[in-house]
């Protein structure tokens, strides 16, 4: 069998570093279907299309396999009951993030109106001596390697060709992640070259948005199923549920695509719908996910199955929905289908995956609302505290997948029996404020000690799950 074909090679005029599943499933499928529609009139935009650039965020390896497929590849749309599948040309080309010479250029084209990222949490926030060495590496005129130092790197060799006008979207699940990114860019900037900094503060708008599918990683069986659908031998197909969601708000001071023509929105506030995604869709993510592991389970799926941590969800989201600016309809609504999309068996979303990087997720995630719910005067949830005491008892395992918590899993394993050292552990490295408030410690004690009693009456975790 032959490789998806390509029906079109739109111009390239959005440049995106983080050249993932998400990414194919999302953006750049939602500028698909703005491409199909013809309709980028009205935003600036012009009518032969939109074209990515997509480069890689740490591995060159999706990027190796794209190009040998001229960057086409299936998306599969995985319903409760069957498969549909469409083939997206919305890339353009595919490249190596660590190629310096080619990011540059992309940055730096006149055509080139809009840059996204989906560089994880972590991506904001890399290590200091990561950042020194970005710094260090700018200075010098070289590359880097950290999210914040490429687009500095790449702005700035836009500002040197003399072209102005980009807006920076940022698509992590991040709170304000525009104003995060704007913030990483512009401190960085400003330590290598402070006229730099100026130029991206008054010629770069950085965009908030966000976004929602769940798309788990790509399986041997996946690829099998895209060949099935369509015919085309892809190795890079991207499986995702059906539904989709993106809000977004900012300046585009050199157009964009007309995604609001094919579902995404535009507002001038986005703080309430992130609040409502972090606090009830990736929320409930983290519970499932480390419940879920302690339980033997690995998929969001089995994790839902369970009744023990479905009730935890439910009282997850109840502890979430006082603290939420939405009516009840609106928040039935959210959680209704949050239920659908959480029990659809055929969506394999794998706990490990949900689990990683526990230390950047749950402070927006969990620490937040829990933290509003006290400010009202509210107990601090139940549910909320079974999401960070079972974090505590996952980074005692041996699968922890989380670099910036490598320090504090060392000290909790000094005192593995020790329930009260963990729970004051877990808070004293997420939520130093909350360290003293004994009704959230003694909680969060309270739900480690009935953890390892539930624990103890499972079967044994299969290979590979803690």
Known sequence: MTPPPRSARHPVRIVHLGLGAFHRAHQAWYTQRANERGGQGGNGGQGDGWGIAAFTGRSPEAARVLATQDAVYTLIERGPASDTATIVDA??????????????????DPAVAVVTLTVTEAGYRPSAEALDAD?????????????????????????????????VVSCDNLPGNGEVA???????????????????????????????????????????????????????????????????????????PDWEAVGAQFVDDIEPYERRKLWLLNAGHSLLAYRGLLRGHQTIAEAMADDDIAADLERLWAEARTE???????????????????????????????????????????????????????????????????????????????PGAAALAETLRATP??????????????????????????LIQNRIAQLRTGAITEPPLPTGAH
């Open 91 to 108: 890339l353009s080309t595919v490249a190596d993030g660590g190629d310096t010479e080619r990011w540059r250029a992309a940055v730096a």
């Open 135 to 167: 710094r260090a590496s700018l200075v010098a005129g070289e590359g880097a390697s950290t999210a914040p130092g490429r687009l500095v790197d790449g702005l700035r060799a836009r500002r040197a060709a003399g072209v102005a006008g980009v807006a």
């Open 182 to 256: 704007r913030d990483a860019v512009l401190g960085l900037a400003g330590q290598v070259d402070p006229g730099l900094a100026d130029w991206i503060a008054s010629e770069v708008s950085f965009v908030s948005s966000m976004v929602d599918r769940i798309t788990p990683a790509t399986t041997d069986a996946d690829r099998a199923a895209a060949a099935a659908l369509t015919g085309y031998d892809d190795a890079a197909p991207v499986v995702t549920e059906p539904f989709s969601e993106w809000v977004l708000s900012g300046a585009f001071p050199a157009g964009r």
């Open 324 to 402: 939420l600016p939405f009516d009840d309809e609106t928040l039935d609504a959210a959680t209704a289908a949050l239920r659908d999309r959480f029990g659809n068996a055929r969506i394999e979303h794998t706990l490990a995956q949900i689990a990683s990087d526990g230390s950047q997720k749950l402070g927006p995630r969990i620490l937040d609302p829990l933290r509003s719910r006290l400010a009202a005067g509210r107990a601090p949830g139940e549910a909320q505290a079974t999401a960070l005491a079972a974090w505590a008892l996952h980074l005692l395992g041996p699968d922890v997948r989380d």
């Open 417 to 442: 029996d020790d329930d009260a050292a963990l729970a004051a552990g877990v808070l004293t490295a997420l939520a130093p404020d909350l360290a003293r408030e004994s009704a959230v410690t003694d």
